[in-house]
């Protein structure tokens, strides 16, 4: 059963951990999470994933971050953070992702998302494409 709480700093080291894991998630410096809307994961007492959002103005949220363990993987951990972000919440969500990352993709169609328009140069180290997706929630 995966619980599902907001997460803080003593989340941070835990959230490093699995960032580092995830080389198709943004390497952001992880204290920063904290002053966004930052969920994390549990199962027991593991934290097994992270996401991490914003509003941009109302009715518009972005997806800034999201990973899961790589051993907890394709268990619901992602699907269950992404319900959870979005439960009480009506009006767009967008995404950028690498354009390579098809796991991540195939993960945000499976709930809806559609692939809306390219950056291209959006990414670097290395350099690459982003897709931006786009969900209407509710
Ligand atoms: C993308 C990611 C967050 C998905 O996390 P997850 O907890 O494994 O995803 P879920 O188990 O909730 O998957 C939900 C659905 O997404 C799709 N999906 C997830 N992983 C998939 C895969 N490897 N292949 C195909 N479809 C996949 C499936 O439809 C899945 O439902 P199902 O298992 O019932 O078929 C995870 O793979 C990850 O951490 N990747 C590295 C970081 C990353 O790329 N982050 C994205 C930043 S934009």
Known sequence: MTAIRPGGAD???????????????????????LEQEFLVALQGNRIVGFLVTRTLVAG????LNLAVAPDFRRKGVARALLDRALEAF????????????????????SLGFKELSKRKGYYDNPPETAIVMKFHSC
């Open 60 to 63: 518009e949220r972005e997806i």
């Open 11 to 33: 989340d941070l080291d835990a959230v490093a951990a699995i960032q580092q894991a995830s080389p198709g998630a943004a390497g952001w410096m992880v204290a920063d999470y």
């Open 90 to 109: 009506c009006g767009e969500v967008f995404l950028e992702v690498r354009e390579s990352n098809g796991v991540a993709k195939k993960f945000y169609k």
